[in-house]
């Protein structure tokens, strides 16, 4: 046997200088040898648990913070874009710039205007589904009979409230026949710094679509407002230049609060919000929605809106505490 496999031609052969060797006659009767099958490639059981870890690694890392609500709102039948920060919204050739962002996210804002027989309000909103869903303040809408909303390029459309958060002055309304709308992107505020750059869009005054920049000034304020319903249909009749009145380290500012208040964790910011801004988007560098502006520090005594310009103390609610409370609002909660 060892003659044949090495006659065979499988085998080099070691002796091939020897001719006794060399030249060794090969027994016809024999068997020829097992033609030479190449080893089985080695099998590839360890890479599906590998490859299926990293799926799940880079899921997981897809949708950040809030990832229950990420899973649950892309797989319902209205799709909210949720991201982490590291998402670019903004094209490459533009990243980082305020241009960029605006140019982005701003078909993404509203202008809200809300009627009731308390009064009128203006502010903005934030267009988070195709078909119309829209995030704001409460105190914007609060007690509205008529809403009517005009989007970035113009249109004007009729308005109901779905639901409403007053603990968080937060609403969710729907536009009426309504589709194929510019959705903005959510971010994830639990990642947002001090000293973050970040760019404010909404309709301060009535002037649709305003850009406003500035950095995250400081984390977890604790900013105090109305849930009175009349107070939010005041605001836009010139008391006190219509800013949204709030209380913060004890003192009021911009008015009376009264007596019915809500406290909520804010971020605060320097860039410039005026009245009409509430309910607006405060945005990161990457085009995310990262709070919905609430409220602003205007002059003690200022008597006219110009007057009652931004100082560059503006609130907005955290991205992720809206996230949170989507669910309750699409279910039609009016506290």
Do not use: C
Request: proline share 5%.
């Amino acid at each position: 046997m060892t003659e044949s496999l090495r006659d065979s031609g499988e085998y080099e052969n070691p002796y091939q200088g020897d001719q006794q060797y060399a030249t060794a006659p090969v027994n016809p009767e024999w068997p020829p040898p097992p033609a030479y099958a190449p080893a089985p490639a080695p099998k590839k059981r360890k890479r599906g648990p590998v490859a299926l870890l990293a799926a799940v690694a880079i899921v997981a890392a897809a949708i950040g913070g809030g990832t229950a609500y990420g899973i649950q709102e892309l797989t319902g039948n209205d799709t909210v874009a949720s991201s982490s920060t590291s998402t670019n919204v903004v094209p490459s050739s533009q990243k980082g710039t305020v241009s960029g962002v605006a140019k982005a996210v701003s078909p993404s804002i509203v202008e809200i205007s809300a009627d009731s027989n308390a009064g009128s309000s203006t502010g903005s909103g934030v267009i988070i589904t195709s078909d119309g869903e829209i995030i704001t303040n409460n105190h914007v809408v609060s007690g509205a009979s008529q809403i009517k909303v005009r989007t970035n390029d113009g249109k004007s459309y009729t308005a109901k409230v779905v639901g409403t958060d007053s603990k968080k002055d937060l609403a969710l309304i729907k536009l009426e026949n309504a589709s194929g709308l510019k959705t903005a992107t959510l971010g994830d505020s639990a990642g947002v710094g001090v000293g973050d750059q970040v760019v404010a869009i909404g309709s301060p005054e009535g002037l649709t679509g305003t850009v406003t920049s500035g950095i995250i000034s400081a984390l977890d304020r604790d900013v105090t407002v109305s849930t009175d319903e009349s107070q939010g249909q005041e605001q836009g009749q010139g008391q006190q230049g219509g800013e949204w009145p709030f209380e913060f380290g004890g003192r009021e500012f911009n008015g009376d609060t009264g007596s019915d208040t809500t406290t909520y964790k804010a971020l605060q910011t320097d860039a410039s919000l005026n009245p009409g801004n509430s309910g607006g988007a405060l945005i990161d560098m990457n085009g995310n929605i990262i709070g919905i502006n609430s409220a602003m520090y205007s002059a003690a005594g200022a008597s006219s809106s110009a007057a009652a310009g931004s100082v560059g103390l503006g609130f907005a609610i955290p991205i992720n505490t809206v996230k949170a409370d989507l669910a309750t609002l699409r279910a039609g909660s009016t506290d």
